[in-house]
C-alpha cells in the first residue's frame, strides 16, 4: 500500500521547492530491504540531468551549474543519446538516457518482443527483457557509454555512480543498473549508489523484476531504485503487466496532476493504489508524460532549460533561475485505447 499524504510544492523549475516536511527523506524499512528514501530535491535534480540528455548534442552545449559533462554519446541507427559526467554536487558520475525522440510514433510503432540475452546458462537464463530496449541500450553501450563511465571516474577521483532516464531513457537506465550490479560489467572499484528513472516502461517480466531487486539489495550493490511515475501517464503500462507478463522494477514514487503531491508506493513494482490505478487500459496521457515535476521534457523544453542554466550559473538560486522563464505546455493528444491492445499480442520469446 502507498504511504499518502506526502505535499510538495509545484514549481516552473528542474529543482523543485519543497515545503519544510516533505523536503524531508521519506524512510520506509521493510524486511531485507534498504531503508527506501525519497528526496524530493535529489529527484528534482535527477530530472535536471535527465532533460540535459534531450538538449544538448555536444558537451561544450552544456548549461547545467555543476554538471561537468564529459561525453555525449550518440547511436546513429537507433537515434539514443547517453551523457556521461561527474555530479558536482554529489561527487558522483552521471549517466542520463534520452528517452525517444519523437515518444508518441514510438508508442504506435512498437512491436513488443521478448528476449533472454545473459546466457543460456547461469543465474539469469531465464530472465527475459524487451528486446528493443535491450539492443538500444546494448548499442549505447558499445558506442561509448562504457568507456566514458570509466575515463570519468578516473579523471575526477570518484567511484560512485548514478543513472537517470526518462520514458524508454529510463529503461535503458534500468537496464545499465542491471548490468552494472548482477552482471558486474564494470570494474569492481566502481559502485553504483543509485537508479533515478520518470516515466519508464516495463523493461523485462518477473524474472527480470526478482532478479534485480536482488541485485540492488544491501547484500549485494546495495544501491536504491527510484522511478518515478505522473498521474495518468501512459508509457508505464507498457509493456502490458496481465497480458504480456511483464512486470516493474521497485521502488515507485507516484505524482497526482498537477505534481503537488507524491505517494511512496508499496515494494511490488505493481502497487494498485499508485500509477496502477488506472491499469491496464485507463492511462492513455501523453501530456504527463512529457511533464514530471512541472517540467517539460523533450526537445520542447529546452530553451527554456538553457535560460535557468544560465540564471543558476550567475549565482541565483534555483527558484530565482526558474522565476525567469516557464517551462512551456504542449498539448498531446492521448494515446487512443486501440493502439494499446496492439501491444497485447503475446510476443515470442527470443534469445
Known amino acids: 500500500m502507498a504511504t499518502r499524504g506526502v505535499l510538495v510544492v509545484a514549481t516552473l523549475g528542474v529543482v523543485a521547492s519543497v515545503c519544510s516536511a516533505a523536503s524531508r527523506p521519506q524512510t520506509l524499512p521493510e524486511g531485507g530491504e534498504t531503508p527506501f528514501e525519497y528526496d524530493p530535491a535529489r529527484a528534482a535534480r535527477a530530472l535536471a540531468l535527465t532533460e540535459l540528455s534531450y538538449c544538448i548534442k555536444d558537451k561544450r552545449e552544456n548549461y547545467l551549474s555543476d554538471a561537468h559533462v564529459e561525453a555525449v554519446v550518440t547511436q546513429a541507427t537507433s537515434g539514443g543519446r547517453a551523457v556521461v559526467g561527474f555530479d558536482a554536487t554529489d561527487a558522483t558520475v552521471f549517466v542520463a538516457y534520452r528517452g525517444s525522440s519523437n515518444t508518441r510514433n514510438w508508442i504506435e510503432n512498437a512491436k513488443i518482443v521478448k528476449t533472454t540475452p545473459f546466457g543460456k546458462d547461469g543465474p539469469y537464463a531465464d530472465v527475459a527483457v524487451e528486446r528493443g530496449f535491450w539492443d538500444w541500450y546494448r548499442d549505447l553501450n558499445a558506442s561509448g557509454v562504457f568507456e566514458s563511465v570509466v575515463k570519468t571516474s578516473a579523471q575526477y577521483g570518484v567511484k560512485d555512480v548514478k543513472v537517470v532516464g526518462h520514458s524508454a531513457g529510463g529503461a535503458c537506465a534500468t537496464l545499465f543498473a542491471f548490468d552494472f550490479s548482477a552482471l558486474r560489467s564494470f570494474p569492481d572499484d566502481l559502485s553504483l549508489v543509485s537508479s533515478t528513472t520518470f516515466g519508464s516502461p516495463r523493461v523485462g517480466d518477473s524474472n527480470f523484476a526478482d532478479a534485480y531487486t536482488l541485485a540492488m539489495s544491501p547484500q549485494r550493490e546495495n544501491a536504491v531504485t527510484t522511478r518515478v511515475t505522473h498521474a495518468r501517464d501512459v508509457v508505464p503500462h507498457l509493456p502490458q503487466e496481465r497480458l504480456l507478463h511483464f512486470r516493474h522494477v521497485s521502488r515507485e514514487v507516484f505524482y497526482d496532476e498537477p505534481n503537488a503531491h507524491y505517494d511512496v508506493c508499496d515494494g511490488s ?83
Do not use: F, K, Q
Open 269 to 351: 513494482g505493481e502497487d494498485p493504489e499508485c500509477s496502477n490505478a488506472c491499469a491496464p487500459l485507463g492511462c492513455t496521457s501523453v501530456n504527463d508524460h512529457m511533464d514530471y515535476l512541472n517540467v517539460s521534457l523533450g526537445v520542447a523544453g529546452c530553451p527554456a532549460a538553457r535560460v535557468r542554466g544560465a540564471a543558476e550559473a550567475r549565482g541565483e538560486s534555483a527558484e530565482e533561475a526558474a522565476s525567469h522563464v516557464e517551462s512551456p505546455r504542449i498539448d498531446y493528444p492521448d494515446i487512443p485505447v486501440d493502439v494499446l491492445l496492439r501491444w497485447t499480442d503475446e510476443p515470442a520469446a527470443t534469445s
